[in-house]
């Protein structure tokens, strides 16, 4: 069965370092999203893109992270300079329409 | 704002029933999930529901609908020691694609 992929499983950076966590959603699957996980919080909605655009984002999706789709295959969410509290589990979900999302195994982000 | 709801722990035997329950505060919810995480692994789609339904039967899993009283709840028959895991409540909120998660139940079965 097709599965959301995310690479690294585990990243670990210096604060004001870039970080690039990258997805690769499953094949057919129009419809991309990233989401966080800060450690002992709710899931939490970042991005969402289509159509090789952003539709929406929520207000954590501020000038220091951008999305990008650059080529068929791949969804990237970069984190320009990272704090500390960028530190949490980021989720990449994809899906053929908004009404199903697939989530990947999560990159775990760890800013130092 | 949107706020979803679930209790935080939930303990049962193997081979009785579970029972999750959330509640949530957007009544323009369309669409409403259950996802499964296990240990070191992502959120796994279980199932979900339209809004306009009260009742979906998928094999073990029963999710009921109260629209009213805004209470989502599932149903897992006959709880197995894989069964084990959390489980999160989603809505999708005041736009399409944007999922809002409650903070997870989690679930453990004892022998």
């Known amino acids: 069965e097709p599965e959301v992929t995310q690479t690294p499983s585990h990243q670990v950076t210096q604060m004001g370092q870039e970080v690039i966590l990258r997805c690769v959603p499953i094949?057919?699957?129009?419809?991309f999203y990233w989401y966080r996980q800060i450690l002992g919080q709710k899931v939490e909605f970042l991005v969402s893109?289509?159509?090789?655009?952003?539709?929406?984002k929520s207000e954590i999706f501020d000038d220091q992270f951008s999305v990008e789709r650059p080529d068929g295959s791949n969804f990237t969410l970069k984190i320009r300079s990272t704090k500390l509290e960028d530190s949490a589990m980021y989720f990449c979900?994809?899906?053929?329409?908004?009404?199903?999302?697939?989530f990947g195994p999560g990159t775990r982000l760890t800013v130092l | 704002g949107e706020d979803v709801e679930q209790s935080l722990f939930l303990s049962v035997r193997e081979g009785d029933s579970s029972v999750i329950n959330c509640t949530y505060t957007?009544?323009?919810?369309?669409?409403l999930y259950w996802y499964k995480q296990e240990p070191g692994a992502g959120l796994q789609l279980l199932t979900y529901?339209?809004?306009?339904?009260d009742m979906k039967q998928d094999q073990r899993l029963t999710v009921l609908l109260n629209k009213k009283d805004k209470h989502l709840s599932l149903r897992i028959a006959d709880t197995q020691t894989g069964d084990s895991a959390i489980y999160f409540c989603?809505?999708?909120?005041?736009?399409?694609?944007?999922?809002?998660f409650g903070a997870g139940t989690q679930v453990v079965v004892t022998p």
């Open positions: 979900a994809s899906g053929t329409s908004t009404d199903t999302q697939y």
């Open positions: 094949s057919n699957h129009l419809y």
């Open positions: 893109f289509y159509n090789n655009e952003i539709s929406e």
């Open positions: 957007d009544s323009s919810s369309t669409y």
């Open positions: 529901i339209f809004s306009n339904m």
């Open positions: 989603a809505e999708t909120g005041d736009s399409w694609g944007k999922l809002q």
